[in-house]
């Protein structure tokens, strides 16, 4: 299961990347949600600056890769679509192509049940210019309502920086049920979670994302059908 799931979503997941002049500096995981190109990740990566960036697809996941590619393939996106309060963007790639995604991308937490087999897909660590796909797996521990009433999901896999704005999956249907946001700390006042910061001195071996119903929410509202 484990392995059927990570081959369904290890091509849709890329880098987010932004390039500056001559240099380009690795900001987190992105991940496909939509035939004609559209992508989901964290917005706290972007900050207040949607200005260069780009999405790097890698290659087979399964081979014996280079830790760092001398050539990538990159493509300009752009911020379509941006929800603060829940830390999640619909980015859009900047350029008119349809992709063959799988079905039955889009999941939901309503009936989720705590224990279930979960696998995250990102970059843990982009940010040492290392360009592998790292799957990890864990189990749900938790359903948390954050202080502003933010849908939170607990599992427990200690994950890099770089692995945020990745898809957390459910292992039993195949479907992507969360963005990964970073570690978690159980002090966050409610409001630090969608920024992604972490509190100086308290680590854990926590991790969470927010519910994907807010991701699909913002692709709805632009139109699009999540499947």
């Known amino acids: 299961m484990l392995q059927d799931v990570s081959q369904k ?8 990347v932004r390039k500056r002049e001559n240099a380009v500096v690795f900001l987190g995981t992105a991940f496909l949600m939509h035939e004609d190109g559209y992508l989901i990740t964290a917005a706290h990566l972007m900050e207040e600056d949607p200005v260069g960036l780009m999405v790097v697809a890698t290659s087979n996941s399964d081979d014996f890769n280079p830790i760092s ?9 752009s911020v379509a679509a941006v929800d603060k309060i829940h830390n999640v963007a619909v980015l859009e790639i900047d350029r008119t192509l ?17 224990g279930t087999s979960v696998l995250c897909l990102g970059f843990p660590f982009g940010h040492d210019e ?8 864990a189990i749900l521990s938790s359903k948390v309502l954050s202080m502003n009433g933010a849908r939170l999901l607990l599992f427990d896999a200690m994950v890099s920086d ?8 459910s ?36 991790s969470y994302a927010v519910s994907i119903e807010y991701g ?3 692709m709805e509202n632009m139109g699009l059908e999540v499947i």
Do not use: W
């Not at 001398?70 to 996106?77: G, L, P, Q, R």
């Not at 290392?130 to 797996?137: P, T």
């Not at 969608?194 to 926590?206: E, K, L, M, N, V």
């Open 9 to 16: 979503f290890a091509g849709g997941c890329m880098m987010l």
């Open 69 to 77: 590619l001398d050539k990538v393939s990159a493509m300009s996106v």
């Open 98 to 114: 349809r992709i063959k995604t799988p079905d039955h991308l889009g999941g939901t937490t309503e009936n989720l049940r705590i």
């Open 130 to 137: 290392m360009h592998n796909l790292v799957a990890q797996s």
């Open 162 to 169: 770089g692995v945020a704005g990745a898809p957390l999956v």
């Open 171 to 206: 292992v039993d249907d195949g479907r992507v049920i969360g963005v990964i946001i970073g570690r978690f700390s159980p002090v966050e006042d409610g409001g630090d979670f969608a920024r992604g910061s972490r509190i100086s001195g308290y680590d854990t071996q926590i």
């Open 216 to 218: 699909i929410a913002l």
